[in-house]
Nanobody, 116 residues
Framework: QVQLVESGGGLVQTGGSLRLSCAAS????????MGWYRQPPGKQRELVAT???????NYADSLKGRFVVSRDNLKNTVYLQMNSLKPEDTAVYYC??????????WGQGTQVIVSS
């Protein structure tokens, strides 16, 4: 059973920072590409960033330079450091674990609200 549990969301003012964490249970973490996605109010879910088991990263173009994804394979945890937050970053942020053979898994999401 794979479980992904996000934490670290909350209310922050424009220009502030937040660090999201996603703790994974089960053996899938070390072999999976981990990712963060978000769903703004009234919009579709979109890619934020991904990090492969070896640490290669990929970001949505609009977020490069402000968001940093990282992973700790010993702690089975992936992080998303979000800086210079803007009201348009308001969304539910979801953690994802993806492996071509083992499947695709989602966390329950954590709310981020950026006030203007």
């Amino acid at each position: 059973q794979v479980q992904l549990v996000e934490s670290g969301g909350g209310l922050v003012q424009t220009g502030g920072s937040l660090r999201l964490s996603c703790a994974a249970s089960g053996p899938i973490f070390s072999v999976s590409t981990m990712g963060w996605y978000r769903q703004p109010p009234g919009k579709q879910r979109e890619l934020v960033a991904t990090v492969t088991p070896k640490g290669s990263t990929n970001y949505a173009d609009s977020l490069k330079g402000r968001f940093v994804v990282s992973r700790d394979n010993l702690k089975n945890t992936v992080y998303l450091q979000m800086n210079s937050l803007k009201p348009e970053d308001t969304a539910v942020y979801y953690c994802n674990a993806a492996h071509v053979l083992l499947g695709n898994y989602w966390g329950q999401g954590t709310q981020v609200i950026v006030s203007s």
